[in-house]
């Protein structure tokens, strides 16, 4: 039977899924800090650099554990232990939101299973941090996180990715970022992108162009820190005679929603876009139903 788990209606066991600062300490939240210090476990993805955090904010947590992609199955028994002592558990990742590229599914799919509330404390994400500053229209987006090393498994991916709706935003580490706009520059040269470095960071910056501009770019520097690449929207449309245009579904939405403000109905102002922009209404109506 269905049933909603409230997450503050009573004592006991609980989850705390935390977004933690992806570089800025003055990111961190009050909220955060709270849970931090009342949680009877935190569950950090490496416990050194949860503990810088940690002893920054004057914060000795009651326990400190390990909880990585390395020791989730063995780690699994203590989290349910912990949970019918009815205690609560406190999921920190490195950096950001435990679940988004981090460790942290199996310990909400496992809360959920012993039946213990879900709560999440949300945060920084470096994924909203560059759509929002990318210049690309932020709705709808794609979120694809760290793309495949696996040359099979990686062309499967963009092969999904010529098909995706509104921008698209990938993670990527320094040592990969050169071979990776290689081959998305091998597959979209001309598509346009953003490339966010060290967001939040004291050497964040932004580099806009081409893939193809952003590979040549990134061979003349040395790459350091973390990144995060945004890519704008593109959509194959196919006919009888194969590919018939390439445009951008994001700038269609955001010419509906124009029209819609202005006064234009729905259907007049998802007919209009569609022409002008070469996508097709069905996905336009669809993603711009009020």
């Not at 989290?79 to 558990?89: F, P, V």
């Amino acid at each position: 039977m269905t049933e909603m788990v409230a997450s503050f209606a009573t004592e006991g066991p609980r989850l705390y899924v935390c977004s933690t600062p992806i570089g800025n300490l003055q990111d961190v939240s009050l909220r955060l800090l709270d849970v931090l210090r009342t949680a009877d476990v935190v569950a950090a993805e490496d416990t050194r650099q949860t503990r810088k955090l940690l002893t920054h904010f004057d914060i000795h947590p009651q326990q400190l554990v390990s909880y990585h992609e390395h020791n989730l199955r063995d780690r699994a028994p203590d989290l349910m232990r912990w949970w019918s002592e009815g205690k609560t558990i406190a999921l920190v990742t490195d950096a950001g939101t435990p679940g988004i590229s981090d460790p942290g599914d199996d310990a909400v799919g496992l809360a959920i299973k012993q039946g213990v509330p879900v709560v999440p404390v949300p945060g920084p994400s470096a994924v909203l941090a560059a759509i929002v500053a990318s210049g690309l229209p932020s709705l709808p987006f794609t979120f694809v996180g760290f793309l495949p090393r696996v040359n099979r498994e990686l062309r499967k991916v963009l092969d999904d990715l010529d098909r995706a709706l509104g921008s698209v935003v990938l993670y990527e580490s320094p040592h990969r970022l050169v071979g990776t706009l290689e081959k998305l520059a091998e597959r979209w040269p001309e598509r346009q992108a953003v490339l966010a470095k060290e967001l939040t960071k004291r050497h964040e910056g932004f580099a806009r162009g081409t893939l193809i501009e952003l590979a040549r770019y990134v061979t003349e520097v040395h790459p350091r820190g973390e990144y995060v690449i945004v890519l704008a929207a593109v959509v194959s449309q196919r006919g009888d005679e194969g590919v018939v245009e390439a445009t951008s579904l994001a700038q269609a939405v955001a010419a509906v929603r124009r029209a819609m403000a202005e006064g234009m109905s729905h259907s007049e102002a998802v007919q209009e876009a569609a022409l002008s922009h070469g996508v097709r209404r069905r996905d336009l109506y669809r993603l711009t139903l009020p």
